[in-house]
């Protein structure tokens, strides 16, 4: 689990990362870098995603059996 945190904050960096570069590049009017950074960024943004939607199910399977034992 620690690893998946470390890999949450890697992820929300690098988005951070990516549309920082992608703004910075805007303004010199570098189109291709701008979009090239938007795309990674993007790609990043969906493999958080799917992180948390990892997280969320793995969090969940030990309610379920918690609370099947006290019917």
């Known amino acids: 689990m620690g690893f998946k945190l470390v890999l949450n904050v890697l992820y929300t960096m690098g988005v951070a990362l990516c549309f920082i570069v992608a703004y910075k590049m805007f303004s010199e009017k570098n189109y291709l870098i ?38």
């Open 34 to 71: 701008m979009a090239g950074a938007m795309v990674v960024g993007v790609v990043v943004i969906f493999m958080k995603l799917r992180l948390l939607k990892q997280v969320k199910e793995t969090q969940q399977a030990p309610q379920n059996k918690k609370g099947k034992g006290t019917k």
